[in-house]
Each structure stands twice: as C-alpha cells, then as structure tokens.
C-alpha cells in the first residue's frame, strides 16, 4: 500500500531521467505525486508529466507543480506531504531533512540522492593515456555538470610532472562552444548564477594554488552563453575545498604511496560518498583502497 502523497524534487542537471524515475517509483509504490521539476528545466518536466497522462496515469493520482526553491520549501512543510524523494546538493536535502523532523505529524520518508565531492586515485603503476582519457571524460564532460563528475584527481607525486603534462596537451584539443555545433566538446553551464560561483572559486583558488592552468575561450563566446573554462587548480589537500564545485573545475592533489592510506581517509572524511575512481595496475593496491573506501560506486581502470 501507498504512503499517500509523495513530494518528488528532480535536479536540472538530469532533467528527463531522474524526474520521470523519481515519479515513475513513487506511483509504482502505490502513492500519488506532486512532482516539481527544477525551475531550470520546467518545460521538460511538463512534457513528461504530459506524456504521462497520456499513457493513462490519471491527473488525480500525477500532478507538475512549478516554481523555485520557496515552492519546494513550501511542499515539504506541508503536513500532507507523506513522503519526499529528491535529488540536488546535500545542503538542501539537509534542509530538507529537519523540515520534515520539525512538523508534528507521522515520521515521513526522505529519500535522497545528493552530490559528491568525487576523487580518483592514480598509482605510479598506471597507464597515463589511459588516465587521462578518464579525467578528461568524467571532470568535464557535461561541462562538469554531473553529480558524479571527477572533482578531486590524487595523483601519486612519482608521476604526477608527467601526468598533468599529458593532461594540459588533451586538454588543448577540447574545444568550448554551443551545443549544437558537431565540433563542440564542452557546452556552457546552466546559468549566470552558476557560471559567477564557478569563476569566483577559479579565482580564489587560484591565488593559493600550487599551479592552475585553463582553456582560453574566445572572446565570441561571452554573448552566447555562461561559459565556464575547463581549469585544472593544483591544491595542497583536499580539505581546501569546503563543498563541491558543480562544473568544469578539476583539483589534483599530489600523494606519496606511504600516504596512500591517509588519502582513503581523507576522501572518507569528507562526508561525501557518492563515486571513486581507482586507476592502477597493482591487484594489492586495488584491493585496499576498495576495502578501505566508503564509496557507493567505485570504477577501477
């Protein structure tokens, strides 16, 4: 049997299939939906709420409600509300979180995916095309606009001069530009909001920063969109970073293998659980850091 009315709040980043799995498990549960899409991507959730009631699910039992955080604020306070099932960052699931705990009703569910402050572990033992390949792929991709995106890049120091070399020649043959031109690697990011709280940790970062290195854009591009280079920041330790920066942003910490252990710890300790990439050709080395991580998904080469 069904808990009753389910609030679903689905990111802008996936904006087709995570909004219609939220939706489509809730009913599946038995329950009814108010589903509220991010207010970046609201034509595409009313597109597929539309398609659903096309296919039969009924207007009584599926509902699109519209609007910005407040709307989301306002949903979830409401005593109604017998379930929430929500992706976005950590912050407001937290929120989410106590403003389900603080109303005076039955205990309601929360499920709820949030980011990660996403790292890869490279060995000396490593194959540097390979990694780099990889890094290129997950930190800028989608314009780093994946919940899963490699943020943090722990390179072992015995290679890490010949790596980042690797690296910033790849990262010359990407090209930044609109979406719908074939030729286009990387597409702007969401918004002004985002592309201004980007550029500001750029620059912050960099005044500390070991070394830093990004893509120049052409200047064109300023009027076509909220563009953001793809910027490698050298950093000390990963405890620099106080939250995750959601776009093409990658940091590289350099590691000793004695130090191997603490990175692991390091990684654990921030909270942040989402994926882990491992990048070695040492069966022992991936057995530890497997063992060791408390990581929902780790990719291994």
């Known amino acids: 049997y069904g808990r009753g009315v389910f609030v679903a709040i689905s990111p802008w980043n996936f904006p087709l299939?995570?909004?219609t799995g939220q939706v489509a498990a809730a009913l599946a549960a038995g329950n009814t939906v108010l589903a509220k899409p991010a207010e970046q991507t609201r034509a595409i959730g009313a597109e597929a709420v539309g398609l659903l009631h096309d296919a039969g699910i009924g207007r009584d039992v599926l509902q699109i409600v519209q609007g910005d955080g407040r709307l989301g604020g306002y949903l979830t306070r409401d005593k109604r509300a017998a379930g929430v099932v929500f992706?976005?960052?950590t912050e407001t699931a937290r929120a989410i979180n106590r403003t389900l705990?603080?109303?005076?009703t039955p205990i309601a569910p929360l499920i709820a995916e949030t980011g990660g402050q996403n790292a890869m572990i490279v060995d000396s033992s490593a194959l540097p095309e390979q990694v780099v390949q990889d890094v290129l792929s997950s930190a800028f991709d989608s314009a780093g606009q994946r919940c899963s995106a490699l943020r943090v890049l722990f390179l072992q120091e015995d290679i890490a001069d010949k790596t980042i070399k690797m690296l910033k020649g790849a990262m010359q043959e990407l090209r930044v530009g609109?979406?719908?031109r074939l030729a286009t690697d990387i597409g702007p990011v969401i918004d002004r909001e985002a592309q201004q709280n980007l550029l500001a940790h750029i620059e912050r970062t960099k005044s500390g920063a070991k070394a830093h290195f990004a893509l120049e854009l052409p200047a064109a591009l300023e009027a076509q969109g909220t563009f953001v280079p793809p910027t490698v920041l050298e950093i000390g330790s990963m405890a620099e970073l106080q939250r995750e920066v959601f776009g093409p942003v990658l940091h590289i910490?350099?590691?000793r293998r004695a130090d191997l252990g603490k990175v692991v710890d390091t990684i654990n300790g921030t909270g942040y659980g989402l994926t882990l990439g491992v990048h070695s050709r040492i069966d022992e080395t991936i057995d530890f850091i497997?063992?060791?991580a408390h990581v929902g998904?780790?990719?291994v080469n």
């Open 17 to 19: 299939s995570i909004f």
């Open 87 to 89: 992706t976005g960052s």
């Open 101 to 104: 705990a603080a109303r005076e």
């Open 178 to 180: 609109v979406p719908d």
């Open 253 to 255: 910490v350099r590691y």
């Open 290 to 292: 497997v063992s060791r």
């Open 297 to 299: 998904n780790i990719y």
